[in-house]
């Protein structure tokens, strides 16, 4: 019987683990497979475990403290559990009646909101005790920890119009904001993200002076000078994950300048990684130790610094981070960081511990915020990644080559390149595209199923009438991979001129024809970036810029367009696409930088400096 019994046993657990909803991962334990929603409602399940009366949140008065064994909270803290309440309501692990349910703990935290201890200048105190409700402290709070809570109670007036008279009470009535708002005019010019996240809650609530605040403040942001961290370019600000990801999740803004210094971060510890071999994740947090408690880490400083910590001590990677930035980009490095950081920690039982230092040290500590961030990006996966759909139905370069032998309309995929006389509207190509073409060829040849990989000519496939955007395409059964910029290639030109019925273009990449003599150029819509060649005082070749991007056309087939503004550029490009899997390609598009010694056609090393979302 015992032998019959692990036999079953046995059988049960080789079914499980051949799930396609499960894997094993290094501690031992199963968990559901990445990316689904399985996945990610496991996350959230785990970090909300932190919000549980009696663990998180005192059992007698609701409120909760921000850590697992520190019983105070802060405005900034409330604002937190106020929007962990969304989520998990949003989520489904949170019913709306009855004992501890949405809105008998939502109407815990107001009635304690409209009837706290302020001080005598009608400032709330910048700590509370959650036994007792009663400061903790004689300190009055300060505009960057109200305007978070304002930003979660601005988030739970969206959720629940019917209370939007007791938030707005509280937040313009029993507050002196007087006293507790800056003057907007003095944040115009503000180069910090922390002021970015709450003037955009300011706004939210309608105060005076404050509607043109965020937009000001992204604008002079990104008008800094650049610097490089680790071959990645990032203004001279205040940059740090925390509020980046929180306005991500919580603010939801969608601009392109907001969007580009998002992946610019992301990229930037990638690219940390790639240079030192040290898992990077920076946020600010608790260290764990007994001095300092608490580090800001910055991806770059006002001055310029880039991946520095304050004060000076080995750096963390923080869980929230990865799980924040692996929820929207979804990359191979995103994977890798996030696995190392959950394999490093015990299974969590009461909300997720902080992270580890690249010492390999355990930063034990459980709090509010990295849970509470945890599942914002759990939920944001779970809503807008579109997860019932196949990753191969991503227009992403994450998705390539698999994606052009695997779509289900047609496996065949063709890479094209110009001919070499002139036709149309575009010149002749050069060799250098049949030598870029070759590379990537050479490379999908391996791994291409049996009779699913061609070359052609443009001139083969399509026919330009006496109108520039007049094409008939004589072939349109296959994927393809168009090799050569918009001044050679017959195919670029086409797409790179499509515009929709706004006259906006359908690719994320435009090259920019200069009409006045002056140098072509690359033009990122969505960022506003545009770039050129770079050359010394000599006039000789310093740089040249690429791009790579993914797209879908009007028969449904994938386009994969590589090419530079010189050929310099375009070899460049055609060398990051064929070594794909050592760059970790992400985004529908990239700009690729290749530096020349001198010779044109002779690339010595090539850098990815923009990731197109």
Same mark, same amino acid.
């Given at each position: 019987?015992?032998?019959?019994?692990?036999?079953?046993?046995?059988?049960?657990?080789?079914?499980?683990?051949?799930?396609?909803?499960?894997?094993?991962?290094?501690?031992?334990?199963?968990?559901?497979?990445?990316?689904?929603?399985?996945?990610?409602?496991?996350?959230?399940?785990?970090?909300?475990?932190?919000?549980?009366?009696?663990?998180?949140?005192?059992?007698?008065?609701?409120?909760?403290?921000?850590?697992?064994?520190?019983?105070?909270?802060?405005?900034?803290?409330?604002?937190?559990?106020?929007?962990?309440?969304?989520?998990?309501?949003?989520?489904?692990?949170?019913?709306?009646?009855?004992?501890?349910?949405?809105?008998?703990?939502?109407?815990?935290?107001?009635?304690?909101?409209?009837?706290?201890?302020?001080?005598?200048?009608?400032?709330?105190?910048?700590?509370?005790?959650?036994?007792?409700?009663?400061?903790?402290?004689?300190?009055?709070?300060?505009?960057?920890?109200?305007?978070?809570?304002?930003?979660?109670?601005?988030?739970?007036?969206?959720?629940?119009?019917?209370?939007?008279?007791?938030?707005?009470?509280?937040?313009?009535?029993?507050?002196?904001?007087?006293?507790?708002?800056?003057?907007?005019?003095?944040?115009?010019?503000?180069?910090?993200?922390?002021?970015?996240?709450?003037?955009?809650?300011?706004?939210?609530?309608?105060?005076?002076?404050?509607?043109?605040?965020?937009?000001?403040?992204?604008?002079?942001?990104?008008?800094?000078?650049?610097?490089?961290?680790?071959?990645?370019?990032?203004?001279?600000?205040?940059?740090?994950?925390?509020?980046?990801?929180?306005?991500?999740?919580?603010?939801?803004?969608?601009?392109?300048?907001?969007?580009?210094?998002?992946?610019?971060?992301?990229?930037?510890?990638?690219?940390?990684?790639?240079?030192?071999?040290?898992?990077?994740?920076?946020?600010?947090?608790?260290?764990?130790?007994?001095?300092?408690?608490?580090?800001?880490?910055?991806?770059?400083?006002?001055?310029?610094? !880039?991946? +520095?910590?304050?004060?000076?001590?080995? /750096?963390?990677?923080?869980?929230?981070? %990865?799980?924040?930035? #692996? @929820?929207?980009?979804?990359?191979?490095?995103?994977?890798?960081?996030?696995?190392?950081?959950?394999?490093?920690?015990?299974?969590?039982?009461?909300?997720?511990?902080?992270?580890?230092?690249?010492?390999?040290?355990?930063?034990?500590?459980?709090?509010?915020?990295?849970?509470?961030?945890?599942?914002?990006?759990?939920?944001?996966?779970?809503?807008?990644?579109?997860?019932?759909?196949?990753?191969?139905?991503?227009?992403?370069?994450?998705?390539?080559?698999?994606?052009?032998?695997?779509?289900?309309?047609?496996?065949? !995929?063709? +890479?094209?390149?110009?001919?070499?006389? /002139?036709?149309?509207?575009?010149?002749? %190509?050069?060799?250098? #595209? @049949?030598?870029?073409?070759?590379?990537?060829?050479?490379?999908?040849?391996?791994?291409?199923?049996?009779?699913?990989?061609?070359?052609?000519?443009?001139?083969?496939?399509?026919?330009?009438?006496?109108?520039?955007?007049?094409?008939?395409?004589?072939?349109?059964?296959?994927?393809?991979?168009?090799?050569?910029?918009?001044?050679?290639?017959?195919?670029?030109?086409?797409?790179?001129?499509?515009?929709?019925?706004?006259?906006?273009?359908?690719?994320?990449?435009?090259?920019?024809?200069?009409?006045?003599?002056?140098?072509?150029?690359?033009?990122?819509?969505?960022?506003?970036?545009?770039?050129?060649?770079?050359?010394?005082?000599?006039?000789?070749?310093?740089?040249?810029?690429?791009?790579?991007?993914?797209?879908?056309?009007?028969?449904?087939?994938?386009?994969?367009?590589?090419?530079?503004?010189?050929?310099?550029?375009?070899?460049?490009?055609?060398?990051?696409?064929?070594?794909?899997?050592?760059?970790?390609?992400?985004?529908?598009?990239?700009?690729?930088?290749?530096?020349?010694?001198?010779?044109?056609?002779?690339?010595?090393?090539?850098?990815?400096?923009?990731?197109?979302?």
């Amino acid at each position: 019987m015992k032998t019959g019994y692990l036999i079953v046993v046995a059988i049960l657990v080789a079914l499980l683990l051949a799930s396609p909803f499960y894997f094993q991962l290094g501690n031992n334990q199963v968990k559901p497979i990445r990316g689904s929603k399985t996945y990610w409602m496991a996350m959230a399940e785990n970090a909300w475990e932190y919000y549980q009366p009696g663990k998180g949140v005192n059992p007698q008065t609701g409120l909760h403290g921000a850590g697992l064994s520190y019983p105070y909270f802060t405005s900034w803290d409330l604002g937190t559990y106020i929007q962990a309440l969304i989520d998990a309501r949003e989520l489904g692990l949170l019913q709306k009646d009855g004992p501890w349910g949405f809105d008998d703990r939502v109407q815990k935290i107001l009635t304690f909101l409209n009837t706290r201890n302020l001080t005598v200048d009608g400032l709330p105190y910048l700590t509370y005790d959650s036994r007792t409700g009663q400061p903790h402290g004689d300190a009055p709070t300060f505009s960057i920890d109200e305007g978070k809570l304002y930003m979660a109670l601005h988030n739970l007036k969206l959720l629940r119009p019917d209370l939007s008279q007791d938030i707005d009470y509280i937040v313009k009535v029993r507050n002196n904001n007087t006293a507790l708002l800056p003057d907007p005019q003095s944040w115009l010019s503000a180069t910090d993200f922390y002021c970015y996240y709450v003037a955009s809650a300011f706004k939210a609530f309608g105060f005076e002076g404050w509607d043109n605040v965020p937009s000001s403040i992204i604008n002079a942001i990104v008008s800094q000078p650049n610097v490089t961290a680790y071959g990645v370019e990032l203004p001279t600000a205040h940059i740090c994950n925390e509020p980046l990801l929180l306005t991500f999740f919580e603010v939801k803004p969608r601009d392109s300048k907001f969007m580009w210094l998002l992946s610019q971060a992301n990229l930037a510890q990638e690219a940390r990684y790639n240079a030192t071999g040290r898992y990077t994740a920076f946020s600010e947090g608790n260290t764990g130790l007994g001095d300092p408690t608490y580090v800001y880490e910055f991806i770059v400083d006002y001055d310029g610094s !880039t991946f +520095i910590t304050k004060p000076s001590i080995t /750096p963390i990677a923080y869980l929230k981070v %990865a799980v924040g930035f #692996d @929820a929207i980009f979804d990359t191979p490095y995103t994977n890798a960081l996030v696995d190392h950081i959950l394999n490093a920690l015990p299974a969590p039982s009461n909300g997720y511990q902080e992270g580890i230092d690249e010492n390999g040290r355990l930063v034990n500590v459980i709090i509010d915020r990295t849970n509470g961030l945890i599942m914002s990006a759990a939920r944001y996966a779970i809503d807008n990644n579109s997860l019932s759909t196949p990753l191969l139905q991503k227009n992403d370069l994450s998705t390539f080559p698999q994606v052009l032998f695997q779509n289900a309309l047609t496996s065949n !995929t063709t +890479i094209v390149i110009g001919d070499s006389n /002139p036709r149309g509207p575009v010149g002749a %190509a050069q060799t250098i #595209d @049949a030598v870029g073409a070759m590379m990537i060829m050479e490379r999908l040849a391996r791994q291409a199923p049996n009779n699913t990989l061609r070359s052609a000519l443009d001139s083969w496939l399509i026919k330009f009438d006496s109108s520039a955007g007049n094409v008939t395409f004589l072939d349109s059964t296959a994927n393809m991979i168009v090799v050569g910029s918009p001044e050679v290639n017959a195919l670029s030109y086409y797409y790179n001129s499509l515009r929709n019925k706004f006259a906006e273009p359908l690719v994320p990449i435009l090259f920019v024809i200069n009409s006045t003599g002056g140098f072509n150029y690359l033009y990122v819509p969505s960022s506003g970036s545009i770039y050129t060649t770079e050359s010394d005082a000599q006039g000789n070749l310093v740089a040249d810029y690429g791009a790579i991007m993914i797209f879908q056309d009007q028969f449904q087939h994938y386009i994969v367009m590589v090419y530079g503004l010189g050929a310099n550029g375009t070899l460049g490009a055609c060398q990051v696409l064929r070594d794909y899997d050592l760059w970790s390609l992400h985004g529908s598009a990239i700009i690729v930088k290749t530096y020349a010694d001198g010779l044109v056609n002779s690339p010595s090393n090539s850098s990815i400096v923009e990731v197109v979302p």
